[in-house]
C-alpha cells in the first residue's frame, strides 16, 4: 500500500508498507515522529492522525480517544490503523516534548520504557459506588487497558486499605506494557529503575539506569563465574556434555553472578531491590542458553541448533536475580547460534539499522561475528577466529590486563613496547599480536607468506638481526629481552615464534574469509566498504592501520574504520529505555540473513587465499 | 453498523452491530453458524468469509489464510474482520461438524475448550536448515500464532532430544489459547482432561471432563473443609476480621478441599494429575476472595465492595491444586459481592442470556440470589433471606440430610411426612418447613398474618387440635410424636413454633421483594413471569404449590416453576468445554444491571407487604 503522510509543518512524505501495517509502524520505519508514550500498544491514545484520503475503519479503541464527528472526519489512532487501502493521513505535531538520552554510537533514544508508574486517588466507595477495586483503578486510568491478575489484585487492596481510614488513599500503579504488576501505596513516581545486563562470556557489566529520566545511576561489573568451567562458551558446553550436573551448576553461577551486581549496583545507587521493574540482557546464544538453565549442548554441535531465538514472557527471576518480584526481563533475541543477542545489541548501538551506507560490524573474539550492511540487506555470519587474539595458544600471549603489550612499533635499530599500566612488559595481547606481526611484515621480517626470514637473510636490518633467534627448532623474533639487556636463555624473552605467526594467519584469514564471502554475497569488493565498526573491548584497542596491514579488515582509509567500543552494553541499555528499540532489535531479527560458512564449499579456497599477508 | 449475512443455503440475515465488530462476532452474536475451532482467537483460520459489498482491510493474518486473489475477492477472515461500514457478507458452508455436548438447563454446548494438543513430527536439523526448535515446532503448527515462553521452550528442548537419536521424534504440542504450555514426547493427543468446580459455601464438587469428548469421567464432592469457620459466608468473613491468621487458614482449607478433590476423581477416572490441562471452578465471591488468598472483608460491611468482578490469567496453583503445572484456571466472574460467579454460572447453564421471555431465576439459600430476564434486558439484586432454608433458626430445623423432614401433606385428620432416606423423621428440612407452614396456612391453621390459631379455635379440625401445644410461653404445631404416640413431653416432638413461622416470613418476604422490586424496575408484574427457575439444591425439594402459596414465588401456573438443579456446577462445565460459554458469560455480566436493594427507600415498606401470606 501507499502511504502519503503529511507531517504538520515538514515536509510531505510518500512510504510503501505491506497490507494490514498500522499507520504507526509505517511512520515509526520512515523516521516520521508521532506522538506516543505506550510504543505502540494502544494504551496512550496519544498517536492521533487524520486519514484525509482512503478510508481506515474504526478499530475498537477508537471511540475512546474521539467523538463521533472526529471519528467522520477521519481520526483514528495510528496504532491500531491498518493500511488496507492507498492512503492520504495528516499527522498532527508532537504534544509531548520526548525525553531522550544518548547511548550507544552517538545514538539520540527517545525515552519510552516498558515500564511506568502512574499516581491516582481513588475515591471511597459508597453504597450508590460499588464498583471493585480494580474498576476504580481502572475508571482512573482511562487511558490505559490494564492487564490485572491476582498478585496486582492483592496489591491493590492491601494498598487502598494500607493508611489510615480517613482521607483520600494516593496510590501508584506500577505498569509494564499493558500489565499492571504492582499498586504501590502513596506517590513513589519518583522511582522507577531498571538493570542492563551484558551478559560477556568474560566479563558481567550491570548498569542501573533512572527510566524516568535515562540516567545511569551506577555501573558493576565481575569476571563470569562460570570461568572455571572454561574460558571459551565451547569449553562450557564440553562441560554440560561430559557431566549431567554441569548445567544446573553454571546456570547458577550465572544467576549468582547477576544477582550480585544487582546488589552491587542497588547499594551503589541508592536504590531498593523491589525499585528495579524491569532488567534486560544481551549475552551470546551459550551465555543466554545457560542463564536460563537451557542446555547448550545443540549449540556445541553440528548443526549448531538454538532452542530459541527469541525468548518472550520472561521474568527477571527466570535470570535468578531478585528485584520487584514481578520484574520483567528482556533478553535480545540472536541471530544463530554463534550470531547471538550481544550482536544484535551491538548492531542496534551502532544503528546498523539505520545508517544504510555499506558498512561491516567486526566483533573479533574466539568466535568472531560479521555483519555487513548494504542498503536494505543485512548479513550475518560466525568466522572461528580461535583464541589467538584472547593470547590463548600464543607462546607469550596473556590477556589486555597490566604487563600485557598491547602496541608494537618496529623500526630498523629497535622495537617500542606499549604495555597496559607502563610497567615492564610480561606478555603479549592480542591487540600487541597484531602490532607486531603487522610491524613485522613492514619491517621485511616477515614474508607474505607468513614465513619468519632467517637473521642472515640480506633484507634484515642490522639493528634487529640479534633479536631473530631460535627456540628449540623453531625460528622467533623476540620483541623485548625481559632483563633489558640480550641474553640466551629464551625464558628470559618476551618473543613471537614461527607457529605464533601461524596463529594469527588463521585467525584473521577465518575472519577475512566471513566478511569477503559477505561481500562477494552482495556483488561488492572491499572497496566498496563506507565503514568498518570495530565491537568488542579488543576492537578498542586494535590498531587500525595494523588490522589493515595484515588483512584482517578491508583496506579502506583509516579514518573509516571506527572503535564502537562495548556496543552490547550500549544496546541492553536502549532495549532498557525504550520500546521502539525493542522492536527496532526484532526488525533486524527479521531483516539479517544468516550466512552459516562451516556449510560453504568455497569457504577453505577463500581461506586460503586469504591467509597471506597483503 | 449494518451487515447483511448471506449463509450458504441458509436465508440471509441483516444484523446491526457497533463499528469495530468483527464479522465473527457479528455472526456468532446472530447465530449465524461460523467455521472456527480456535473460538475466534485468530488461530485455526477456519473462518473464511467473502465480503461482497463494502470493504473491510486486509489483516495481518489474511494473508497467512487467502492467495492475494481471494484477498481481492474479499475473502478475509472473520475473527480479524472488524465493520467500519455497512457490508455484505458470503458465509460458506460449514466444513468442520463440531462436536457437542449435552449440559446445563438441556444446553447443547459445541466443544472448543480452550486446550487443545497437537501431534508432529518436527524434521532433524541440517547444516542448512538451522532452524531453532521453537521455529521448526512453529512452523509444523501453521495454523496456530503460538506464544512460547521459557518453561514451553525447556519442555521442546527436552522433547525433542528424549528418544534415541534415530528415526522420527513425533512430539505432542499443549496449547491453550494461543500459548504453549507443554510438549510431550510422543502423541498423547488422545489424553485431554479438564475439571470443573462447584465451590459451594457448604458443599465443593468436581467433575472430571474428558474435554475430547465432553464426557463425564468422574465425580466427587466433600462438606467444604472450612464449616469449622462458619456455616455461612457471614461467619467466615467474620473470622477473618477477628484473627489474622483466619484468612491464610481458610485459604489453605479451600486449597486443601479442592486438591482432594481433583486426587479423588484422577484416581477413579484414571488420569494422571498432569493430564488436567485447565480447571474451571463456579463460586460466590466470598468462596472466591477467600480461594484466592484475597481478604473478604470490604465483602462484609457497608458498601459491599469487591476486589475485582474477575480474575484473569489465573493458573491451577493460584487455587492450591496440583494438576499440569501450566494448567490454567477459569474462575467465574462476580456480578456483584452478593450475586458471585455461582450465580453467572448458574444463568449461563439456565440460557439466561438466550432464552428472551420473562424469566426469573432464583437461587435460595442464607443469602437469595434473583436474576430477571426481560427481553434484552437482565436485572439482578441479592435479598438477605437467612438461614431459615438451611434449617437453621428454626426450632426442629436440620440439613437437607437422612431423617429431614423434606415434604409435609396435612389432612383434616392427620399429617403425613416424607423423609429423607425414608427412616424415622428427626428434623425439618427447608423444603419441609415450606410444605409445613403451606399446609398449616392451607388448613386454616395458621392465619395470613402468620399466627397459629388457639387449638380450641371453630376452625380447626377435630383430628389436628391435640397438635396445637404449648412449648414455655410458645404456640407450636406437632409434625409428628416421634416415638409414635402423642406423648406430652416436648423433647419427643417434632414441631413448628410461632417463632418458626416468623423466620420464615421473614425470610420468603425478604425473597419476594427482591424479586418483585426487580418486576417493578421494569414495569412488570408477577402475571407477566413466563418462568421460575429455582436453582440450587433447595430449590431441586421445594414444592412448587407451596412455594407459591407462601408467596415465595410469584402465582404463576405450576408447569412454569422449574427446578434447575445443581446449574453454579453446570455452567463451570460449559466454560471448560467451551470458550464460547466463556465469551457468554463475560457477555452476562456486561449486560446485567445490579439493583442494591439495602440501598432502597421502598424496600422496608414492600418487606412489610410481602410478610403476609396470600
Chains 1, 2 share one sequence.
Not at 515536509?11 to 505491506?18: K, L, M, Y
Not at 471519528?71 to 509531548?96: F, H, I, Y
Not at 533478553?331 to 544463530?336: C, S
Request: some cysteine; overall charge negative; hydrophobic content about 45%.
Amino acid at each position: 500500500m501507499s502511504i502519503r503522510f503529511d507531517p504538520d509543518g515538514g515536509r510531505p512524505r510518500e512510504v510503501r508498507v505491506p497490507a494490514g501495517a498500522t499507520l504507526f509502524d509505517a511512520a515509526s520505519w520512515n523516521g516520521i515522529a508521532v506522538d506516543s508514550t505506550c510504543g505502540g500498544h494502544g494504551t496512550c491514545k496519544k498517536c492521533r492522525m487524520r486519514v484525509v484520503e482512503g478510508d481506515v475503519p474504526v478499530s475498537r479503541l477508537d471511540p475512546r480517544a474521539f467523538s463521533p464527528d472526529e471519528l467522520r472526519a477521519g481520526w483514528r489512532l495510528a496504532c491500531r490503523a491498518r493500511a488496507g487501502q492507498d492512503l492520504r493521513v495528516e499527522v498532527p505535531p508532537l504534544v509531548t516534548r520526548p525525553k531522550a538520552a544518548t547511548v550507544g554510537v552517538g545514538r539520540q533514544v527517545i525515552l519510552r520504557p516498558a515500564v511506568q508508574k502512574r499516581c491516582v486517588t481513588l475515591p471511597e466507595p459508597t453504597l450508590s459506588d460499588q464498583r471493585t477495586d480494580v474498576e476504580r483503578l481502572r475508571d482512573a486510568l482511562p487511558d490505559l487497558e490494564l492487564r490485572v491478575d491476582l498478585p496486582a489484585i492483592r496489591g491493590l487492596a492491601r494498598a487502598l486499605r494500607s493508611g489510615d481510614d480517613t482521607g483520600d488513599h494516593p496510590v501508584t500503579a506500577v505498569v509494564v506494557d499493558d500489565v499492571l504488576v504492582d499498586v504501590e501505596p502513596g506517590d513513589t513516581t519518583g522511582r522507577l529503575f531498571g538493570i542492563a545486563f551484558d551478559l560477556g562470556t568474560t566479563t558481567v557489566v550491570a548498569t542501573l539506569l533512572d527510566l524516568a529520566t535515562g540516567t545511569p545511576v551506577a555501573v558493576a561489573s565481575l569476571l563470569n563465574p562460570q570461568q572455571p568451567y572454561g574460558a571459551d562458551v565451547i569449553t562450557r558446553i564440553s562441560a554440560t556434555m561430559m557431566d549431567p550436573d554441569a548445567l544446573g551448576r553454571l546456570t547458577a553461577l550465572a544467576h549468582d553472578g547477576l544477582d550480585q551486581l544487582v546488589g552491587e549496583v542497588c547499594a551503589d545507587g541508592g536504590v531498593d531491590r523491589r525499585e528495579v521493574y524491569e532488567i534486560a540482557l544481551a549475552g551470546n546464544a551459550t551465555m543466554v542458553h545457560l542463564a536460563l538453565g537451557l542446555s547448550p549442548e545443540p549449540l556445541g554441535v553440528a548443526p549448531f541448533v538454538m532452542a530459541s531465538r527469541s525468548f518472550d514472557d520472561l521474568v527477571a527471576a527466570d535470570l535468578g536475580v531478585v528485584v520487584h518480584p514481578r520484574a520483567r526481563a528482556y533478553v535480545f533475541p540472536a541471530l544463530g547460534a554463534y550470531v547471538g543477542g550481544d550482536i544484535v545489541a551491538g548492531a542496534l548501538a551502532s544503528g546498523m539499522d539505520r545508517d544504510r551506507r555499506i558498512r561491516l560490524f567486526v566483533d573479533i573474539g574466539t568466535n568472531c561475528e560479521i555483519l555487513l550492511a548494504a542498503g536494505d540487506r543485512l548479513l550475518a555470519t560466525a568466522a572461528p577466529a580461535g583464541p589467538a587474539f584472547e593470547g590463548a595458544a600464543i607462546r607469550c600471549g596473556m590477556r589486555a590486563a597490566p604487563g600485557a603489550v598491547e602496541g608494537v612499533k618496529i623500526s630498523d635499530e629497535d622495537v617500542l613496547l606499549q604495555v597496559i599500566g607502563d610497567v615492564a612488559p610480561v606478555g603479549l595481547a592480542g591487540s600487541g599480536l597484531v602490532d607486531a606481526v603487522a610491524a613485522m611484515v613492514a619491517a621485511g621480517l616477515v614474508d607474505a607468506s607468513g614465513r619468519l626470514i632467517a637473521p642472515d637473510a640480506p633484507s634484515v636490518p642490522p639493528g634487529l638481526a640479534a633479536r631473530l633467534r631460535q627456540v628449540g627448532q623453531e625460528r622467533v623474533f623476540v620483541l623485548a629481552f625481559l632483563d633489558d639487556e640480550p641474553t640466551d636463555d629464551p625464558t628470559r624473552w618476551l618473543y613471537l615464534s614461527q607457529r605464533d605467526i601461524r596463529e594469527l594467519q588463521f585467525a584473521k584469514a577465518a575472519i577475512a574469509t566471513g566478511w569477503m564471502l559477505l561481500l562477494e554475497e552482495q556483488g561488492l569488493t572491499a572497496a566498496d566498504v563506507a565503514q568498518v565498526l570495530l565491537a568488542g573491548s579488543f576492537g578498542s584497542y586494535l590498531s587500525p592501520t595494523s588490522a589493515v596491514r595484515i588483512g584482517l579488515v578491508p583496506d579502506v582509509a583509516l579514518l573509516r574504520i571506527v572503535s564502537a567500543g562495548n556496543v552490547a552494553g550500549e544496546g541492553a541499555k536502549m532495549a532498557l529505555l525504550s520500546l521502539r528499540e525493542r522492536a527496532a532489535a526484532q526488525a533486524l531479527l527479521e531483516e539479517v540473513h544468516y550466512v552459516e560458512l562451516s556449510d560453504r564449499a568455497d569457504f577453505n579456497d577463500r581461506f586460503v587465499e586469504r591467509l597471506t599477508f597483503p
